[in-house]
């Protein structure tokens, strides 16, 4: 009888389950969707009662899918969610996601103090930004008091999930070290950042390692009571996990409507400049990278400007030489994060010419979201970690243009693996381990093989190299203006 783990992935706008043998392959999916409600001021948040409606029916679906013995479910979740819960458990706010930026003036305010921020993210791994809890918490104490008093708890999304289903309000390290009050090198919560945020330690989760292993109640999904519950840890770090990207060298690069680029070692840190996140994963493992708002949203926002469907467009942008004949783009279109951690900056196009049309200015967008996932991988390298494989998933690589200029912007070659469910298989490849059935996380590099690589332009890849210093002197000055 084939044996599994589920693999729970707690999204911003769905649930995924998928069960996943002990060699990594996906043997049933299931998928149950709800809505990320956007508001005026920077609202961008969950319903947390429809997210475990849908976590407990995509479970149910998933098991009647699945041949075969269920040894334990495994959880991940997308990182930087926050909610205020009282003193029966129950959500006294909405999540509010990683997307949501009403504190924003807060993150400016404290990011104007270089020192302390530098030291912030410094000891906790997190830059300061308005995605972070840390921001968001200090929001709610400067505009909700009265909410503050009333909260007894504050916990991520999936520390809801996971007390519903097991009956312990926990977090590990690794959605822990993604809330920017979190001390990754002694693995407690950092008390000045929760000075800043103005919540004891008391008020937060109990803290474990991600392996950590609960137990099932009640009757959820059909599953027994009992059943171990894998605490598990962030989408981002268990996607490298899921895709084989955890030994020295290796990175994960995942495109999509925005983009991430990370890379596992074995000890925390980040660079001088403040440029990169450091994440907790699981075994004394570390994932280093950043996160950019801007990916496949920029041929999104082409289309809709120049009414002509996606792919269409991708098209014609391709049949343009590299270097899109002078024009440069800075793709800010959704603010920055990764490696400048700035909400403010916005799109712009230096060098525009009457001729230039959409075909070319489309390919300026999108070999400027090349160009700050390249000064990414830059930042990740001057923190100290070597990238010699990037190991590559996501919607934005079904286009061609976009694989060739990923690849020359980076200067290396780009391998690609099969499948979308890279945080889910990562979550239930660490229930493996946490059931001591998979020996090491190292062991899933074995586990994913490339199906495909793709080699960089060498001419494509000196332009945008010899360019990118323009680009961050553009953006510094384009920065100072605005102050």
Partial sequence: MTEVVLGVDLGTTATKVVATRLDGRVVATAEQGYPLQTGEHGEAVQDPQSVLAAA??????????????????????????????????????????????????????????????????????????????????????????????????????????????????????????????????????????LAIAGVHHDQLPLLVEPTKALALTGNIAGLPSGLPVIAGGGDGPLANLGVGAVRPGMAALSLGTSGALRVVRDRPGVDDRGRVFCYALADGLWVLGGSVSNGGVVAQWASEVFGVPVPELLAEAEAEP?????????????????????????????????????????????????????????????????????????GAFRSPLWTSVIAAAFGQ???????????????????????????????????????????????????????????????????????
Avoid at 57 to 63: G, I, M, P, T
Avoid at 80 to 108: C, V, Y
Avoid at 381 to 392: F, P
Wanted: glycine letters at 8%; proline letters at 5%.
């Fill in 413 to 483: 070659e780009l391998s690609f693996v099969d499948g979308n469910e890279g945080s889910g298989v990562g979550a239930a490849l660490l229930g493996w381990r946490a059931l001591g059935e998979l020996p090491s996380l190292d062991a899933a590099a074995d586990l994913v093989a490339p199906v495909g690589a793709v080699a960089p332009d060498e001419i494509a890849s000196r332009r945008m190299a010899r360019n990118r210093p323009a680009l961050e002197r553009i953006y510094e000055a384009l920065r100072e203006l605005d102050s």
């Fill in 56 to 193: 407990a029916k995509a479970l149910a679906e998933c098991v009647e899918r699945t041949e075969g013995g269920i040894c334990a479910l495994s959880f991940s979740s997308a990182m930087h969610t926050l909610l205020a819960l009282d003193r029966d458990g129950e959500p006294l706010t909405l999540a509010l996601s990683w997307a949501d930026h009403r504190a924003a003036d807060i993150a400016k305010r404290l990011r104007a103090d270089e020192e302390l921020a530098l030291e912030l993210h410094a000891a906790t791994g997190a830059p300061v930004h308005p995605s972070f809890p840390l921001t968001k918490l200090a929001w709610f104490a400067e505009h909700e008091p009265e909410l503050c008093e009333r909260a007894v708890k504050w916990a991520g999304l999936k520390d809801y999930v996971l007390a519903k289903f097991t009956g312990r309000l926990v977090t590990e390290h690794s959605n822990a070290s993604g809330t920017g009050m979190f001390d990754m090198h002694r693995l407690t919560w950092h008390e000045p950042a």
């Fill in 322 to 394: 590299p270097g899109a004949a002078g024009l440069l783009a800075l793709p800010y279109l959704l603010g920055e994060r990764a490696p400048w951690w700035d909400p403010d900056p916005r799109a712009v196009l230096v060098g525009l010419r009457r001729e230039h049309g959409r075909a070319v200015i489309t390919r300026a967008m999108i070999e400027g979201v090349g160009q700050q996932l390249a000064l990414v991988l830059d930042a990740v390298r001057d923190a100290g970690a070597t990238v010699h494989e990037i190991r590559a998933t996501g």
